[in-house]
């Protein structure tokens, strides 16, 4: 009995002792099995570290190694080096979110596509379509990496990928093709679904279209107030209901003061033969013209204004108190004007070049300030010629061999801010030279007179006698243009910046260049400041119309001098005024 009661004890001492070692192992292995949360989190450390340590290397050049990795992380990626800690970043803060979508690998993965696809579309923008067929990869590859720390560029990857999807569909299809790939790996890694994008972009859509609508009904609203306002308005001032002599028209009232016209149906001209009259009396067949266009106008006027008056009040007698329509400024008589002396060039002032000193001082301390700055961003360059204009100075830059003319065009505000200029305009390259040109304002502009262009071969030799000086360019060259050639000009431009002095140089190279039998001027001054000047020069085919009444009059008559010698063209089978005089 004893025995069997021992052994029953052993057994359930070895069962105990195997029910306590199982237990100890589930515990194990339940405390070696790490949930995923903590993995992300362990996770987003570890590249929350990595993305400080790639900005800081990004962000401070340093010394000896330090420096060599930032030399490298943009000669690998370009600008897209600063991206890539900021992607990083929001990686880990997803993460440490527990928000990720996918594992850890598949997110790095596309991060780092996101970046090489980067670095390709900006290699692709950033350069000219005919680089990127005609340059090899190598010299491409060769070109971002010697010029990364200067130059906007995707970097080696940018030119690996960029420029060879590029060689195989153009700049326009690889551009296509990196933008939409780009779009693709954001919305991965961003969880981002068709119809949240879609849902984004109705938003704002509906939005202004909503503020829209309510715009539109609140003028609709607006209109019919002021309309209500406006009827109430008529019926509370109604004019009394008695007789009044009246015109059809307010305006109609105020003969004297009109200022529009209806057109005026000139009869048809018979065919006149062409007969040279003295200048005085072609004047004043022009004045009567014009005058009898503006009275039959006022005439008209007067009949349609003609109010019917009670019995026995007298009628207005047509005529009574009329206004002189065409005052003469100067008497005209019957006999042939003298020849035409042209007006000596002494009559036009010279005027005086002061500080040639302080100009070229100018001159030298902007050279040195322009390589001084280009050396800033290591361009080594070399000024070879300056070309100082009234308003403009032009320096002329040879590059040293290697550098790319994107490289100085992209520093146009860069050059402004160390020169202290409004602004900078680059001419890359000067056509005709092997140099670029950079042209900077001049802190004092310097005036060019009518004399030292009029008193020149290439005025004095111009074949058309309505040759015009114009100015100077930044060369100095004189520029001259042919009214002939451009019959329709317009000289417009904002208050002070010379448009009357530009008609005025216009008119006054017409009288150093052309007879008035030649040159005929017609002008029209409503403000009766500016031409009045020219009244009593041989060149008017009638004085300066100041009136605006009788401009109409004298428009009319231009037209109809236009139309005539439009028939007899076409009579005689000629294009212009040229060919007409050689028959």
């Avoid at 080696?156 to 939409?180: N, R």
């Avoid at 307010?250 to 209806?262: L, R």
């Avoid at 403009?392 to 402004?416: F, H, M, Q, S």
């Amino acid at each position: 009995m004893a025995n069997s009661q021992n052994k029953k004890t052993s057994s359930a001492k070895k069962k105990t002792a195997a029910n306590t070692k199982s237990a100890a192992k589930n515990k194990s292995a339940e405390t070696k099995v790490v949930s995923p949360e903590i993995k992300h989190q362990k996770y987003a450390i570890i590249i929350m570290a990595v993305a400080v340590f790639l900005a800081a290397v990004v962000l401070i050049k340093g010394e000896s190694v330090w420096l060599s990795m930032h030399n490298g992380m943009f000669g690998v990626f370009g600008i897209c080096a600063y991206v890539i800690p900021a992607v990083l970043i929001y990686m880990a803060v997803i993460l440490a979110k527990d928000k990720s979508i996918g594992s850890v690998a598949a997110n790095l993965a596309a991060t780092a596509a996101f970046v090489v696809l980067l670095s390709g579309a900006v290699h692709i923008f950033a350069n000219e379509a005919e680089y990127l067929s005609s340059t090899t990869m190598v010299d491409q590859i060769s070109d971002v990496w010697l010029n990364a720390p200067s130059l906007a560029s995707g970097g080696v990857f940018g030119a690996i990928f960029g420029g060879l999807v590029a060689m195989l569909f153009g700049k326009t299809g690889a551009a296509i093709t990196f933008v939409l790939l780009i779009i693709v790996i954001l919305m991965l890694l961003t969880g981002t679904t068709l119809g949240t994008l879609f849902g984004a972009i109705k938003k704002p859509v509906k939005k202004v279209s909503d503020i829209t609508n309510e715009k539109l009904e609140q003028n609709a609203l607006r209109r019919e107030q002021e309309k209500a306002e406006a009827e109430a308005a008529k019926k509370v001032f109604s004019p009394p209901q008695k007789p009044t002599v009246s015109v059809e028209k307010f305006e109609d009232n105020f003969i004297t003061d009109e200022t529009t016209f209806e057109p005026v149906e000139e009869p048809e001209m018979p065919d006149i033969p062409i007969v040279k009259l003295p200048d005085s009396t072609h004047s004043d067949i022009v004045e009567e013209t014009i005058e009898s266009a503006v009275k039959e106008e006022k005439t008209k006027r007067k009949r349609k204004a003609q109010p019917s008056m009670p019995d026995g009040e007298p009628e207005n007698i047509e005529g009574e108190n009329e206004e002189p329509e065409f005052e003469d400024i100067y008497s005209h008589s019957g006999s042939e004007k003298p020849d035409y002396e042209f007006p000596s060039i002494e009559l036009l002032n010279v005027v005086e070049r002061e500080g040639s000193t302080d100009s070229m001082t100018e001159m030298q301390i902007g050279a040195k300030k322009l390589v001084s700055t280009l050396e800033s961003f290591k361009i080594n360059a070399e000024v070879t010629n300056i070309c100082r204009g009234p308003s403009v100075t032009r320096y002329e830059l040879v590059p040293e061999a290697g550098v790319r003319i994107n490289k100085i065009t992209g520093l146009a505000d860069d050059i402004a801010l160390r020169l202290a200029a409004t602004s900078v305009r680059i001419e890359a390259p000067i056509p005709g030279k092997a140099a670029i040109g950079i042209e900077i304002p001049n802190s004092a502009k310097s005036m060019v007179s009518m004399r030292e262009i009029i008193d020149t071969p290439d005025f004095r030799d111009a074949k058309s006698k309505l040759n015009v000086a114009l100015g100077k360019d930044i060369t100095g060259n004189i520029i001259c243009a042919d009214l002939a050639k451009m019959p329709h000009l317009l000289v417009a431009g904002t208050t002070g910046s010379g448009k009357s002095v530009c008609l005025n140089s216009m008119i006054v190279s017409i009288l150093y260049n052309a007879s008035p039998d030649e040159v005929k001027l017609l002008m029209i001054d409503p403000k009766m400041v500016e031409f009045t000047i020219y009244n009593g020069i041989a060149h008017l085919e009638v004085p300066v119309v100041s009136n605006p009444r009788k401009a109409a009059g004298a428009l009319g008559w231009a037209v109809g001098e236009m139309e005539k010698r439009y028939k007899q063209f076409s009579e005689n089978s000629v294009r212009d005024i040229k060919g007409f005089n050689k028959l």
